[in-house]
């Protein structure tokens, strides 16, 4: 499949109508990149559709903002105050010191000083100290406490939804604070009183009523994976497979949905399924856990992650699958990686029934999830796979570390293996790659300006200012060495840069997946 | 007056220990149900204690993150632990011979101290980013620790206060006996200080002390694939479902 066709935003359309109000801008590229000036307030326009009670109610969440939420709030907030360490200590720890303000990808965009990871949390921060503790019920000028009201409340709404949880102030705090865990309570309070994302909340109940967060049925996956096998067959002349709930397959793969229809990401699908082919390993997809996003960590609601995560391990057990395998998903994978052991005891380590009924069933010989860049890696390594490098000569590949995997989660079995692994494989399958500038890769990453939740249409203006620094990067190596493609690990990158790369001058199928690279290089052996 | 400081000693020293003894109870007590190391992060314990010496002690973050804000931060603790050692000729009788040694050191710590002090407040009014996140304890935090640093350094340096009176004032203190403290302003500007920093320690912005200890993105195993890590409340909601 050619890498050069249309895109499509996996952004479902139905999910919110195009924003007419906000007025979407590029900034200027900088010669120097310095730190921006303060602009009070420039994007205190930006805010998302508000979820109905209907996208509401079947999450559990209040249907809208009733009387008495600010007691709610506060209540909310005293309760997850007791149950993550990390929010109590993050709350009590910062001394203001500002070694994160102009370390987020927003606050460089947009210059907005409540796009400072600092500020963002102040605007938590600054309540708790009121409700929670000693100076700030008595002198809350003093340590800037405020009450709950209306105002907070929106303010909140505004810029917890301009943070994409991408944990890259947490690299930079002296005591660790982590925004994202400070945003994510913020949302799940805001969730509790009845104010949540349309589109984060929306695509939830898909998860649950469908089994992906595109709304995808059964029978409409069935379609679209036959007709990827004629387009395979057709090209390479090699009948690779792409099944869909088969029991007693060695492999489960769990991938983002937009794998199955939106481009470049169903380019990657194409090549996982080579992959497999070429190293002659049984897999499936299934239709019950046709998703690997859990946007439930959007929300920082455990109870919804845990059972968007309960899917897994449920066509798990049905299917019978020896090993777990995650496609290219950034978020997905933080999840996967960090979470799934202690949402669904999905690996080793426990000596609980609930544990234990997975791990006798799952093959101790490999990790458990894998992410398809180690499986393919192994493969690599082992010699099972074999590559023409020439077929990627029309491309120079840059990698786009994401940030939730390269921030929250590893690969391989050292720290850092996530950034090595899929630049090895890049390597392996293409004669040119050149590495955008370390202050912008590696833990340093920036986020695309998508993740989080954040994809949907009426944040396009966040959405294109927050690409600000990546699309900054990327163009100094597109001059000097001629960077044609970026290559990612996750759906909400590629669907974000198809549509922001236009805004900054490049063309939007610059950007595709690893798998992609490999699907273009690898040998398939009946082929013709 | 010496009653006075007596009191207000006792009050502070309860006040300290009680207040961050509760917190560290509070911290260690509040489980941490996911695993949030941020990575790259060690994969074993010792390797997360050697990350966390390394916060501590060299403030790795956030020499990564801004060299001016290391540098400042740096001199200020740096010269605070030094000055504070040295201050414990004050309690030890007989005084220890690494307390001895260190005296002279600990004497220009209190330079680096007040220097590093009065850059961090500069920055908040010269830095637009750093003056738009200042509140006024922010402000007053500062103007605190930085009369603390002046008044010792005046009295080491200018206007001589009787040390040996001031000893004996602790001395007697730890074993509740009040002895006459010497009538000196500056020693009494230097110590009311001395007991405001103690009172607010457990209640401000100053818990990022212990609070390091327990940040889970910091002293976490990325180990997530080896061990089930669940948090008690979490494997109640297991038991439910």
Redesign the interface.
């Known amino acids: 499949m050619a890498d050069t066709s249309t895109a499509v935003s996996p952004a479902p359309t139905s999910a919110a109508k195009p924003a007419a109000k906000a007025k979407v801008v590029a900034p200027a590229f900088r010669e120097y990149p310095t730190?921006p000036?303060?602009q009070i307030d420039s994007m205190v326009e930006s805010t998302p559709y508000i979820a109905t009670a209907a996208h509401n109610e079947p999450l559990g969440f209040p249907g809208e903002l009733a009387e008495g939420w600010e007691q709610k709030a506060v209540a909310k907030m005293g309760e997850l105050?007791?149950?993550?360490?990390?929010l109590?200590?993050?709350m009590?720890?910062?001394?203001?010191?500002?070694?994160?303000?102009?370390?987020c990808h927003y606050f460089i965009g947009t210059g907005d000083?409540k796009n400072?990871p600092?500020?963002r949390q102040?605007l938590m921060r600054s309540v708790y100290r009121r409700y929670y503790?000693?100076?700030g019920k008595i002198f809350p000028?003093?340590?800037?406490a405020r009450d709950m009201s209306k105002d907070v409340l929106d303010d909140w709404f505004r810029y917890y939804n301009q943070c994409s949880e991408c944990?890259r102030c947490?690299?930079?705090?002296?005591?660790?604070?982590?925004t994202a865990?400070v945003t994510m309570a913020a949302k799940e309070i805001m969730d509790s009183v009845g104010v949540g994302h349309k589109y984060v909340n929306e695509i939830m109940g898909k998860v649950h009523k469908i089994g992906n967060n595109l709304g995808l049925p059964g029978p409409a996956l069935e379609n679209t994976l036959e007709g990827l096998e004629e387009d395979v067959l057709e090209e390479t002349g090699a009948a690779v497979k792409y099944p869909l709930d088969v029991k007693g397959a060695e492999v489960l793969l769990v991938t983002p949905s937009a794998d199955f229809f939106a481009e470049p990401h169903v380019d990657s699908l194409i090549g996982y399924g080579k992959v497999f082919h070429a190293a002659g390993i049984s897999w499936t997809l299934s239709s019950k856990a046709s998703e690997a996003g859990n946007f439930g960590m959007f929300i920082g609601n455990?109870?919804q992650m845990?059972k968007i995560a309960?899917r897994v391990r449920e066509a798990a057990l049905e299917l019978g699958v020896k090993r777990i395998v995650v496609g290219e998903c950034g978020h997905a994978w933080r999840v996967a990686?960090?979470?799934?052991?202690?949402l669904t005891?999905i690996?080793?380590?426990?000596n609980?029934p609930?544990?234990i009924q997975l791990q006798k069933q799952l093959d101790p010989n490999y990790?458990?999830?894998s992410h398809i860049c180690e499986v393919t890696w192994d493969l690599i390594q082992a010699g099972r796979l074999k590559f023409n490098k020439d077929a990627n000569d029309h491309r120079i590949v840059t990698f786009h570390d994401s940030c939730n995997v390269?921030?929250?989660?590893?690969m391989g079995d050292?720290?850092?293996g996530?950034?090595d692994i899929p630049r090895h494989i890049i390597r392996a399958v293409a004669n040119h790659y050149v590495d955008m500038s370390p202050d912008t890769t590696h833990?340093r990453t920036f986020c695309c300006g998508g993740g989080g939740g954040l994809l949907s249409d009426e944040l396009m203006d966040i959405r294109v200012k927050g690409a600000l620094p990546r699309m900054e990067a990327l163009k100094r190596i597109a001059d000097k060495d001629g960077v044609n493609f970026m290559a990612t690990i996750c759906a909400i990158c590629k669907a974000q840069f198809t549509k922001v790369l236009p805004y900054y001058g490049f063309k939007m199928s610059m950007v595709g997946g690893v798998h992609q690279l490999v699907s273009t290089a690898i040998v398939l052996d009946n082929e013709q | 007056m010496n009653y006075l400081f007596a009191l207000l000693f006792y009050i502070a020293t309860l006040i300290l220990v009680g207040g961050v003894a509760y917190?560290v109870y509070?911290?260690a007590r509040?489980?941490?149900?996911?695993?949030?190391p941020?990575?790259?992060?060690?994969?074993t314990t010792s390797?997360v204690a050697f990350r966390m010496f390394r916060?501590v002690v060299f403030?790795e973050?956030?020499f990564?993150?801004?060299l001016w804000?290391w540098a400042l931060?740096w001199l200020f603790h740096v010269g605070l632990a030094l000055v504070l050692l040295r201050h414990l000729r004050y309690f030890t009788e007989p005084v220890n011979f690494i307390i001895a040694f260190i005296q002279p050191f600990g004497m220009y710590a209190g330079f680096a101290m007040a220097a590093g002090l009065a850059g961090?407040w500069a920055?908040r009014f010269l830095?637009?980013?750093?003056r738009?996140?200042?509140?006024?304890?922010?402000h007053?935090m500062l103007a605190l620790l930085l009369g603390l640093a002046v008044t010792g350094l005046l009295m080491k340096f200018v206007m001589h206060t009787d040390i040996v009176a001031v000893k004996t004032f602790f001395l007697g203190l730890m074993v509740f006996e009040i002895n006459p403290l010497p009538s000196h302003p500056g020693l009494y500007l230097h110590l009311g200080m001395v007991v405001l920093l103690m009172m607010?320690f457990p209640?401000?912005?100053l818990?990022?002390a212990p609070?390091?200890f327990?940040?889970?993105?910091?002293n976490q195993v990325?180990n997530?694939?080896?061990?089930?890590?669940?948090?008690p409340?979490?494997?109640q909601?297991?038991r439910k479902?």
């Open positions: 730190i000036a303060l105050l007791g149950k993550y360490r990390s109590k200590v993050y009590d720890s910062c001394v203001h010191c500002g070694a994160c303000t102009d370390k000083p400072m600092v500020a102040d503790t000693l100076p000028k003093l340590v800037g944990r947490s690299v930079f705090c002296p005591y660790g604070i982590d865990e455990y109870d845990q309960m990686y960090s979470f799934w052991n202690t005891g690996g080793a380590g426990a609980d609930f544990a990790r458990q999830p390269a921030r929250g989660s590893r050292y720290a850092g996530q950034f833990e | 917190r509070d911290y509040t489980p941490a149900p996911l695993k949030i941020t990575t790259p992060a060690p994969t390797g916060e403030f973050s956030l990564k993150s801004n804000i931060g961090l920055r830095v637009e980013r750093i738009y996140i200042s509140t006024p304890s922010d007053l607010i209640i401000s912005k818990l990022h609070g390091l327990f940040s889970p993105t910091r990325d997530p694939r080896e061990t089930r890590h669940l948090a409340w979490a494997a909601l297991e479902a």
